[in-house]
């Protein structure tokens, strides 16, 4: 596979290309007045980044102290910018209450395009920066928990000394990706790695990507069943137990892909949340004392095939629950190194490096 089969070449567009029809400026527009019908209680000077900014910082934070204290500037000041954005908008952004804010249907949609007008300044100031010498290159790179140990070593260790090289600096982000990778199209973040299932996923427009591996999960049972003698479990067998698995936030693409797998063999399987999401040890406990036969389903631990333990498995704390294969892997993920086509090219070359040295 080669470069250009990966697309790893920038596409056409400028940094300064503002994503829609928001009007935004620092400074209040000169010249002749367009002439357009408005209510009268939007003012001439249209919206403002500052304004954009403090009503951001109010609905992250959920109350206006917070969200002063973030900005460091008065919370009246903040009170009275968001009321002028209230203004210029003509309609209600927030609804005040005693415990805080909420955002009414206009500002959840001003919310989301105003992330997305800060995310391409902020991209575009940092780029003219760097063009200009003022600071390093720097990629942003977010690294869910919860990958499997080998992978997370190889892809931290290997990205940071490919960066050295390249004179680029890295900044970690430990967060999960949504199946739309919505971090990195939004320019919240560079790259990322990221679960595919299945593999050949059609990714969203700018987002370029290289595989990794494809990594299965461990699916702990009672010793006293057949399958865990046998170290290995059919689906079938699977879908007849109350399986633990998830929650769905955790790993959203996941949770789907492996719940359809298990609904084509029972329609009316369900997964249940685990009690203890960061504790597997606590989980099998309640799996080993639950009234019906239960399985606890990790997430992806292992490389398919042989790349995986010799099943069964027990260790110290299972609660006499032994780890088992699912039979022919049916519960997979590919780990894939992504990123936004849009990045400055060396940028791209570093990523397309790694994932290239890396690949399991």
């Known amino acids: 596979m080669t470069q250009a089969d990966m697309g790893i070449w920038p596409r056409p567009g400028s940094a300064s290309e503002v994503p829609g029809n928001l009007a935004v400026a620092e400074v209040a527009p000169r010249g002749p007045a367009l002439d357009v019908a408005a209510p009268e209680s939007v003012t001439p000077q249209g919206v403002e980044l500052r304004h954009l900014r403090y009503f951001v910082a109010v609905a992250d934070a959920g109350t206006f102290t917070h969200a002063a204290e973030r900005m460091f500037i008065a919370q009246p000041t903040l009170s009275q910018q968001i009321r002028r954005l209230e203004k210029m908008v003509g309609t209600p952004l927030l609804l005040r ?74 900044t970690w982000l430990e967060t999960s990706l949504d199946p739309e990778f919505s971090l990195i199209r939004e320019r919240q973040a560079d790259a990322g790695v990221g679960w595919l299932t299945p593999p050949d996923q059609a990714l969203p427009t700018p987002l370029d990507l290289m595989h990794l591996g494809q990594f299965e999960p461990e699916a702990w049972i009672p010793a006293a069943l057949p399958a865990a003698r046998r170290g290995i479990i059919s689906l079938g067998e699977l879908a007849s137990l109350d399986v633990v698995h998830g929650p769905r936030r955790a790993s959203s693409a996941i949770y789907d892909a492996w719940l359809a797998v298990l ?98």
């Open 97 to 170: 209450h005693r415990e805080g804010v909420r955002l009414t249907t206009a500002g959840t949609v001003l919310l989301e395009e105003s992330r997305a007008v800060l995310s391409q300044v902020d991209h575009g100031m940092r780029r003219t920066r760097q063009a200009a010498g003022l600071e390093r290159p720097r990629l942003r790179v977010a690294i869910p928990p919860g990958l499997p140990e080998a992978l997370a070593v190889a892809t931290a260790s290997r990205l940071k000394g490919t960066a050295a090289a390249a004179d680029v600096d890295i």
């Open 263 to 360: 609904r084509a063999t029972d329609p009316r399987f369900e997964f249940t949340d685990p009690p203890f999401r960061q504790s597997l040890p606590m989980t099998l406990a309640f799996a080993a004392t639950a009234s019906r036969p239960t399985a606890v389903l990790t997430g992806p631990r292992h490389l398919t095939g042989a790349g995986g333990p010799a099943w069964p498995v027990a260790a110290g704390g299972s609660y006499d629950m032994v780890s088992v294969r699912v039979d022919q892997s049916p519960l997979a993920a590919t780990a894939s190194l992504v990123w936004s086509g849009d990045l400055p090219r060396p940028l791209q070359q570093v990523l397309f490096d790694t994932a290239d040295a890396i690949i399991f």
